[in-house]
T-cell receptor, first 114, second 115 residues
Framework: DQQVKQNSPSLSVQEGRISILNCDYT??????FLWYKKYPAEGPTFLIS?????DKNEDGRFTVFLNKSAKHLSLHIVPSQPGDSAVYFC?????????????FGKGMKLTVNP | NAGVMQNPRHLVRRRGQEARLRCSPM?????VYWYRQLPEEGLKFMVY????????ESGMPKERFSAEFPKEGPSILRIQQVVRGDSAAYFC?????????????FGPGTRLTVL
């Protein structure tokens, strides 16, 4: 039973346009949500996070929106650049019972075309 | 300022052999996590350790897998009697003593291939 879902496996956008990556979750006890970017044969790189008590967090070209009532978050990248082409993972922090594990979605491959 | 280090980067084992994966956390980080990624899947949590303590091993298979984070030296993920289904990328992550924002910093991974 997947607690974090990224329903679209891929997205292709033109350079300079906006990329919107979506993520849904089922566990209302998650306290933080994070986005990671991953290139082939490398480890995930942290991009941006948001606390469950916020609805927006912005860092440069990256903005994450959280809609708790819908259990939905999204990552906006604007303007998109070819170097943004990678697999993006949505993750949620589960700190119940003293643990600090991250629960990941399956990822979405973003391709930004020049 | 080195990041999380993992070795080896690639490991090939035959069925029935043992695999040992090593992870050195970032300087100043005392929390270590191991995740496994199967092809076309997301990362799956395996175990969370602090120095000399296993805090959460709820994601570890019940048999053949063990992990440790000794007082001195790297964290070790040990897989005994490997089977083909153990072939995957294994990632280690670390975080400071208290990571208010839940960020974990990942190493480059060890790609295990079982023949």
């Amino acid at each position: 039973d997947q607690q974090v879902k990224q329903n679209s496996p891929s997205l292709s956008v033109q350079e300079g346009r906006i990329s919107i990556l979506n993520c849904d979750y089922t566990n209302s006890m998650f306290d933080y949500f994070l986005w990671y970017k991953k290139y082939p044969a490398e480890g995930p790189t942290f991009l941006i996070s948001i606390s469950s008590i916020k609805d927006k967090n912005e860092d440069g070209r990256f903005t994450v929106f959280l809609n708790k009532s819908a259990k939905h978050l999204s990552l906006h990248i604007v303007p998109s650049q070819p170097g943004d082409s990678a697999v993006y993972f949505c993750a949620a922090s589960d700190r119940q019972g003293g643990s600090e594990k991250l629960v990941f979605g399956k990822g979405m491959k973003l391709t930004v075309n020049p | 300022n080195a990041g999380v280090m993992q070795n080896p980067r690639h490991l090939v084992r035959r069925r029935g052999q043992e695999a040992r994966l090593r992870c050195s956390p970032m300087k100043g980080h005392s929390h270590v996590y191991w995740y496994r990624q199967l092809p076309e899947e997301g990362l799956k949590f395996m175990v969370y350790l602090q120095k000399e303590n296993i805090i959460d091993e709820s994601g570890m298979p019940k048999e053949r897998f063990s992990a440790e984070f000794p007082k001195e030296g790297p964290s070790i993920l040990r897989i005994q009697q490997v089977v083909r289904g153990d072939s995957a990328a294994y990632f280690c992550a670390s975080s400071p003593t208290t990571s208010g924002r839940a960020e974990q910093f990942f190493g480059p991974g060890t790609r295990l291939t079982v023949l």
